[in-house]
């Protein structure tokens, strides 16, 4: 049972493609009561994509500088290439303000969170198969194939998982994913 202090902390993690950034921006466009993290990253802004509101983008060097100084809560290099990580003041800040706080983050992060903060709330983003996970993953488009191939290879290793997590939730429907878990958080789900 969550402890009072971090009761507000939600980590959303699941396999690469399963729709977890579309999730989180439902809810950041339905529930403003929601406090999403936005982590830090070495990676290149995708189209569309504003540094401060979708990530913080940073310079390998910066990246650097920040693990240094112990500024992570987690951070991961994720599918061998790009590191991504969750600034620990801004987390601890909206905590402390009791803020109902989610994090959208990979496997690796949210082992580590599970690590720091083991009372938090995890939740498991699930495909509703594995086909569904194939067909989402190949038709963003964002990816070259070999990128896709090394994708799901790490799908397969991240759905095994499932079971470190506290709830699952299906990635059927995006607006019914994300009442579920604003709901799981604590929250009123807004009627439709």
């Known amino acids: 049972m969550p402890q009072p202090g971090?009761?507000?902390?939600?980590?959303?993690?699941?396999?690469?493609?399963?729709?977890?950034?579309?999730?989180?921006?439902?809810i950041r466009d339905n529930y403003p009561e929601v406090w999403l993290s936005v982590s830090a990253t070495t990676r290149a802004p995708r189209p569309g994509e504003v540094d401060g509101v979708h990530y913080f983008f940073k310079s390998p060097e910066e990246f650097d500088q920040l693990i240094s100084e112990g500024a992570f809560l987690e951070w991961a290099v994720v599918h061998g290439q790009n590191r991504y990580g969750?600034?620990?003041?801004?987390?601890?800040?909206?905590v402390s303000a009791g803020k109902a706080v989610l994090l959208e983050i990979d496997l690796q992060g949210a082992r580590q969170v599970k690590a720091a903060v083991p009372d938090a709330r995890f939740v498991f983003l699930a495909p509703p198969s594995w086909e569904e996970l194939v067909r989402r993953l190949?038709?963003?488009?964002?990816?070259?194939a070999e990128e896709q191939h090394r994708r799901l290879e790490t799908a397969k290793m991240e759905l095994a998982a499932e079971p470190e997590f506290d709830h699952t939730i299906i990635n059927d429907s995006v607006q019914r994913a994300a009442d579920e878990l604003v709901s799981l958080m604590g929250l009123t789900a807004k009627p439709r």
């Open 138 to 144: 190949i038709g963003r488009g964002t990816e070259t």
């Open 86 to 94: 969750t600034l620990r003041s801004t987390v601890e800040e909206a």
């Open 6 to 26: 971090h009761a507000g902390l939600t980590v959303l993690a699941g396999p690469t493609a399963v729709g977890k950034g579309t999730v989180s921006t439902f």
